[in-house]
């Protein structure tokens, strides 16, 4: 089944301890990203990833990190995380930046104390 | 930059009802736009899309028009069900550049 996978779906954490949500698709995209979603602000790019080591800034990058080393994944790291990282997280992958429908993970329920 | 507007929520409206969810864009170019919806406790799923002018997206008894002139690319169901409620989010895309996404908008429809 093509999936997106993402773990841990929930996870409560206090300021300053770092945490890595990881990502995976089973359906050899090239395009991932990540976003947040919040109450009145709607989804938020985080970081997008062409390919294989080609990652770069979506509309809100403070505080987070990425890396692809394998096409499948695409974790996101807080090193330090703060109360303001509270937020729903999606993974999605995509054929191709052009292809246009992106596959959604379930989520990741993050809240920082 | 390019934006996406799509009408407050909540929506809520009884079964059989007809829907309607505005949705306009602001965008340089010609953009391909898209209605997502996210039921309870998933992820995103494309509901419909259209990738030019006067084309008509539709899926599910659902349907949305790419209006060039109004700029707008509104959701509608003649008959919508229970199962129907979710967070429908309208967006757009010029292919080159990564979805811009509206705010969403959350039906509920009661029985």
């Known amino acids: 089944e093509a999936q997106v996978t993402q773990n841990p779906r929930y996870l409560i954490t206090v300021t300053g301890k770092k945490l890595t949500v990881t990502c995976s698709q089973n359906?050899?995209?090239?395009?991932m990203s990540w976003y947040r979603q919040d109450p009145g602000l709607g989804l938020r790019q985080i970081y997008y990833?062409?390919?294989?080591?080609?990652?770069d800034k979506g509309d809100v990058p403070e505080g987070y990190k990425v890396s692809r080393k394998e096409k499948r994944n695409f974790p996101l790291i807080l090193e330090s995380p703060s109360p303001n990282q509270t937020s729903l997280y999606f993974c999605?992958?995509?054929?191709?930046?052009?292809?246009?429908?992106?596959?959604f993970g379930p989520g990741t329920r993050l809240t920082v104390t | 930059g390019d934006s996406v507007t799509q009408m407050e929520g909540p929506v809520t409206l009884s079964e059989e009802a007809f829907l309607t969810i505005n949705c306009t864009y602001t965008?340089?170019?010609?953009?391909?736009l898209f209605w997502y919806v996210q039921y309870p406790g998933e992820g995103l799923q494309l509901l419909l899309k259209?990738?030019?002018?006067?084309d008509k997206g539709s899926n599910k008894g659902f349907e949305a028009t790419y209006r060039k002139e109004t700029t707008s690319f509104h959701l509608e169901k003649g008959s919508v069900q229970v199962s129907d409620s979710a967070v429908y989010f309208c967006?757009?895309?010029?292919?080159?550049?990564?979805?811009?996404f509206g705010k969403g908008t959350r039906l509920s429809v009661i029985a």
């Open positions: 359906m050899n995209h090239e395009y």
């Open positions: 259209a990738t030019k002018a006067d």
């Open positions: 967006a757009l895309s010029k292919g080159n550049t990564p979805l811009v």
């Open positions: 965008a340089t170019g010609y953009p391909s």
């Open positions: 990833s062409m390919n294989v080591e080609v990652t």
């Open positions: 999605a992958s995509s054929a191709n930046r052009v292809s246009y429908e992106q596959y």
